[in-house]
Structure formats: structure tokens, C-alpha cells
């Protein structure tokens, strides 16, 4: 049985050479989560005037359980982090995933990972981080899901 944990990136579009909160809270859940047999996949990409990739920040200031670390620094959107959730799924042969992001990004993350499992016979479970959506976040999520129907069908059609 092989346990993938992966924790999506996040950033707000500004420049930046920490990692951002949203990503830390994310990484302390992953954290939370992770036993040492796991392998543990940080993904997202580096903005414009970024130094290093939101998935290297997050390995960057890993202090989990597991030490079988990926990351993913192509991901620039959702829908990227989901394909590589299921690209990485298969190749390590996962037959449980845990996918880590925030609450009010969970159930859009999950609709497009699921799709990207599809046919891989892994089990997907989400583990939310507790922070609220400020308005912003909301009306961002509230448009997102106008295209999720046909960024679930990329995702499942993206092995």
C-alpha cells in the first residue's frame, strides 16, 4: 500500500521570496497527516519576480514524518495540480491520496483530482486547512467553477 500526500501551492500574485501563509497553513495540515512510509508531493509553480517555486518553498520548510519528497514546479494552475496528483499517483502506484489545500479551494481541488484518478484505482481523500475564504477568495471560487465540468474532463483525459 503506498500513501501519496499532496499539497497544492497557492499564491496571490505578488512577488515574493517566503513562503506565502496560505501555503504554510497547508503545509502544518500535510504535516499533520503524513507518516513515514508516505511519499509527499509539493506542487506549484514560480510567479513572475519569484525566485524559487511555491512547491520548493513548501519542501523548503517540510518537517513531516516522510522524507520521500516530489516536487512539482510546473503547476501553475488547479487544474496543473491535479494532473500532477494523478501522474505522480500512477507512477508510484498510490492506492490512497490525501490531498491537502484549503477549505474553501477543497471541493473544486477534489472535483479536478478525482478526474485525474479516474482508472487509477486509488482512493482519494481530502484534508482541508481550517481558514476561511476572505470575500475575494470567494467571488474567485464562485468563478471558477463556471469551467470545472470541462477542466474535469482535461483531467481525466491527461494521464
Same mark, same amino acid.
Given at each position: 500500500?503506498?500513501?501519496?500526500?499532496?499539497?497544492?501551492?497557492?499564491?496571490?500574485? &505578488?512577488?515574493?521570496?517566503?513562503?506565502?501563509?496560505?501555503?504554510?497553513?497547508?503545509?502544518?495540515?500535510?504535516?499533520?497527516?503524513? +507518516?513515514?512510509?508516505?511519499?509527499?508531493?509539493?506542487?506549484?509553480?514560480?510567479?513572475?519576480? @519569484?525566485?524559487?517555486?511555491? =512547491?520548493?518553498?513548501?519542501?523548503?520548510?517540510?518537517?513531516?514524518?516522510? &522524507?520521500?519528497?516530489?516536487?512539482?514546479? +510546473?503547476?501553475?494552475?488547479?487544474?496543473?495540480?491535479?494532473?500532477?496528483?494523478? &501522474?505522480?499517483?500512477?507512477?508510484?502506484?498510490?492506492?490512497?491520496?490525501?490531498?491537502?489545500?484549503?477549505?474553501?479551494?477543497?471541493?473544486?481541488?477534489?472535483?479536478?483530482?478525482?478526474?485525474?484518478?479516474?482508472?487509477?484505482? +486509488?482512493?482519494?481523500?481530502?484534508?482541508?486547512?481550517?481558514?476561511?475564504?476572505?470575500?475575494?477568495?470567494?467571488?474567485?471560487?464562485?468563478?471558477?467553477?463556471?469551467?470545472?465540468?470541462?477542466? =474535469?474532463?482535461?483531467? =481525466? @483525459?491527461?494521464?
Amino acid at each position: 500500500m503506498t500513501r501519496l500526500v499532496a499539497v497544492l501551492g497557492y499564491s496571490d500574485g &505578488r512577488a515574493a521570496t517566503a513562503l506565502h501563509p496560505v501555503c504554510a497553513a497547508r503545509v502544518a495540515r500535510a504535516e499533520e497527516q503524513t +507518516a513515514a512510509a508516505d511519499v509527499v508531493l509539493f506542487t506549484g509553480w514560480a510567479r513572475r519576480g @519569484r525566485r524559487f517555486s511555491e =512547491a520548493e518553498l513548501m519542501a523548503a520548510t517540510w518537517s513531516g514524518a516522510s &522524507r520521500r519528497l516530489i516536487v512539482d514546479r +510546473a503547476a501553475r494552475t488547479t487544474l496543473g495540480n491535479a494532473i500532477a496528483v494523478g &501522474r505522480v499517483a500512477r507512477r508510484i502506484d498510490a492506492t490512497d491520496v490525501i490531498l491537502v489545500t484549503s477549505r474553501w479551494h477543497s471541493r473544486r481541488a477534489g472535483v479536478l483530482v478525482r478526474a485525474a484518478l479516474l482508472g487509477s484505482g +486509488a482512493k482519494l481523500r481530502v484534508a482541508p486547512t481550517d481558514e476561511i475564504a476572505t470575500p475575494a477568495r470567494g467571488v474567485r471560487e464562485v468563478a471558477a467553477w463556471t469551467v470545472v465540468p470541462l477542466l =474535469a474532463l482535461v483531467a =481525466a @483525459r491527461t494521464r
